[in-house]
T-cell receptor, first 112, second 113 residues
């Protein structure tokens, strides 16, 4: 079963604009991670935010986490054509083994 | 640095045939995973391993078997392929438990006719 659900499913913007993607989940988590997948390639880890953190930055990426609403957002500022990819959130709900549950992803298209 | 390498990259099988997908990682990671990715379904965990000699079932294990005889290798087997197993298969690895990211290979595109 899917834990994280991204919204929107697809997003098209112009180069230079900001892109915001959201992720909602159902159960409590230890951490939430965002991944990027370029067409025909594997997933690449972008950023991890722990359940006791509210915001994290990495370059042009900003991630927020609201555990009371069970939601997270990924903001990409000053987008570039190279940011065109699918973005997935993944949740770690803890337990005895380290497993992630992935959402279905947001397809971001950045038009030059 | 190779990271996670999957072999083969593409394969076409006939229904009922068997095959093994190989995943190798050079990061000395304890944890390894096999996922399948289907349109509109995201990634679903098939099997995983928390160390050499261990395996465990994920979300969609039926029709697949795995083995982790060496720490760096994780094999996914299809004993009798079915059209429903047409998918893109991804292997990933991560360091020992502790909020670590997963590192993915570039996938194996498998078609079952």
């Amino acid at each position: 079963s899917q834990q994280g659900e991204e919204d929107p499913q697809a997003l098209s913007i112009q180069e230079g604009e900001n892109a915001t993607m959201n992720c909602s989940y159902k159960t409590s988590i230890n951490n939430l991670q965002w991944y990027r997948q370029n067409s025909g390639r594997g997933l690449v880890h972008l950023i991890l935010i722990r359940s006791n953190e509210r915001e994290k930055h990495s370059g042009r990426l900003r991630v927020t986490l609201d555990t009371s609403k069970k939601s997270s957002s990924l903001l990409i500022t000053a987008s570039r054509a190279a940011d065109t990819a699918s973005y997935f959130c993944a949740t770690d709900s803890g337990g005895s083994n380290y497993k992630l549950t992935f959402g279905k992803g947001t397809l971001l298209t950045v038009n030059p | 640095n190779a990271g996670v390498t999957q072999t083969p990259k593409f394969r076409v099988l006939k229904t009922g045939q068997s095959m093994t997908l190989l995943c190798a990682q050079d990061m000395n990671h304890e944890y390894m995973y096999w996922y399948r990715q289907d349109p509109g379904m995201g990634l679903r965990l098939i099997h995983y391993s928390v160390g050499e000699g261990t395996t465990a079932k994920g979300e969609v294990p039926d029709g697949y078997n795995v083995s982790r005889l060496k720490k760096q290798n994780f094999l996914l087997g299809l004993e009798s392929a079915a059209p429903s197993q047409t998918s893109v298969y991804f292997c990933a690895s991560s360091a020992a438990r502790g909020n670590q990211p997963q590192h993915f290979g570039d996938g194996t595109r498998l078609s079952i006719l």
